[in-house]
Structures are given as structure tokens and as C-alpha cells.
């Protein structure tokens, strides 16, 4: 079955620092692959979105990239701020199960002034 | 606004006594999910609808029951509920656009059954 690995450890960087979250899966290539973030005691927010067929996308400061020979996206914050600190969710979605999405367990994300 | 509501937000309960978790969306969105999830960890699907009169279960096992007789609302009830059903529960919904399914949650019912 699809597996959907991210960094289990927090990552705690500096203010204005570029921030880099992994997302990687196993087995088949999704469709599309989501970014989420999730504050404590609250739902997720999409973020952003890329398809296979992409190998970036850029939104303000956030940026995705999306390698499939690696089965592997990099999610970057630049100009890191401390309202950025929550957990981020990686999603995917295969063509076949258009309406279900397998999450990751997310990575922790803290921003120190 | 459009919106997805939760309600209650949180619940401590005895066990053996039947919930119902309220869930509703403003947006006319077709779908709606249930996820269930655990402090660190994953979002688990437990039950889905494509629309009305529609509903099926999602990869994890789960002995609570939904029903979608309108379009905006899609509760969850449990019959009897057990320490193990205490987690977080997470609604959503969807409209696929362009050919992607982003989805968007409400804010969670945290339930505790002692």
C-alpha cells in the first residue's frame, strides 16, 4: 500500500531562514501531491498543490518542488517567521481515487525569533 | 461566509453512551469526508460521500456510522461509545476543480469516553 513518509523530528530554525520540510512516498507516482498546514487543535489548510507533471510551484514565500524519480517533494518556507510554526502535511492523490487522499503524519515546524 | 462547522468542538463522555458529531459546510460541496487522528500522527479516512444518499467507509476500520440525507451535513454517530473511540475527528469537504481535490476542513471535535 502507499506509504507517505515525512520527518518525524521537529525542526526548529532561526527567523528569516529558509525552512525545508521532506515529503517522500512510496509505490506509485499520485497524481497530484498537497501541502497542508495544521495548527494545534485546529483542521488542516491547503496550502498549495503539484501536479506530476510539475516540477515547482511557488506561492509568496512558500515553494514546492516535486521529483518523481525520487518519489520525493521539498517544501520551502523562505524568510522564515515565527506565525509560520505548525505542522505541515503532505497529501497525495492518485488519478484512480480522484475523491481520497492519503496524509502524512506531518512535520513539526518551529520559527525562534 | 461559506464554511464547515463541527459540532460540539469537545466532548467527554461516559462509556456505552451513543454520539452524534455534527458536521456541516456551507459551500455545496459534493463531498464530504470523515478523518480521525491521533495526537502526531496521521489522518486516517474513515467514512466518505460523494453526495446525497451516498456514503462509503474509508481505509480505516471504524465502527461508527455515518448518514448524508442533505447535501450540507454529514454527521457521525456512534452507537456505543468506548475508550478506544477517544481521538480527534476531522470533517471535510471537497469540490474537485480543475481536476484537484483540495479539501477543506472544519476545526475538529476532540472526543474523550471514559
Known amino acids: 500500500s502507499q506509504k507517505i513518509e515525512q520527518n518525524s523530528e521537529a525542526l526548529n530554525i532561526q527567523e528569516g531562514k529558509t525552512a525545508t520540510l521532506t515529503c517522500n512516498y512510496t509505490n506509485y507516482s499520485p497524481a497530484y501531491l498537497q501541502w497542508y498546514r495544521q495548527d494545534p487543535g485546529r483542521g488542516p489548510v491547503f496550502l498549495l498543490l503539484?501536479?506530476?507533471?510539475?516540477k515547482e510551484k511557488r506561492k509568496e514565500r512558500l515553494k514546492v518542488t516535486f521529483d518523481t524519480t525520487l518519489k520525493q517533494s521539498l517544501f520551502h518556507i523562505t524568510a522564515s517567521q515565527p506565525a509560520d510554526s505548525a505542522t505541515y502535511l503532505c497529501?497525495?492523490?492518485?488519478?484512480?481515487?480522484?475523491?481520497?487522499?492519503?496524509f502524512g503524519s506531518g512535520t513539526r515546524l518551529s520559527i525562534r525569533p | 461566509e461559506a464554511d464547515i462547522y463541527q459540532t460540539p468542538r469537545y466532548l467527554v463522555i461516559g462509556t456505552g453512551k451513543k454520539i452524534t458529531l455534527e458536521c456541516s459546510q456551507t459551500?455545496?460541496?459534493?463531498?464530504m469526508y470523515w478523518y480521525q487522528q491521533d495526537p502526531g500522527m496521521e489522518l486516517h479516512l474513515i467514512h466518505y460521500?460523494?453526495?446525497?444518499?451516498?456514503?462509503e467507509k474509508g481505509d480505516l476500520s471504524s465502527e461508527s456510522t455515518v448518514s448524508r440525507i442533505r447535501t450540507e451535513h454529514f454527521p457521525l454517530t456512534l452507537e456505543s461509545a468506548r475508550p478506544s473511540h477517544t481521538s480527534q475527528y476531522l470533517c471535510?469537504?471537497?469540490?474537485?476543480?480543475?481536476?484537484?481535490?483540495?479539501?477543506?476542513f472544519g476545526p475538529g471535535t476532540r472526543l474523550t469516553v471514559l
Open positions: 459551500m455545496g460541496h459534493d463531498k
Open positions: 460521500s460523494y453526495g446525497v444518499n451516498s456514503t
Open positions: 497529501a497525495l492523490e492518485r488519478y484512480s481515487s480522484a475523491s481520497k487522499i492519503i
Open positions: 503539484i501536479r506530476e507533471n510539475e
Open positions: 471535510a469537504s471537497s469540490e474537485i476543480r480543475t481536476g484537484y481535490n483540495e479539501q477543506f
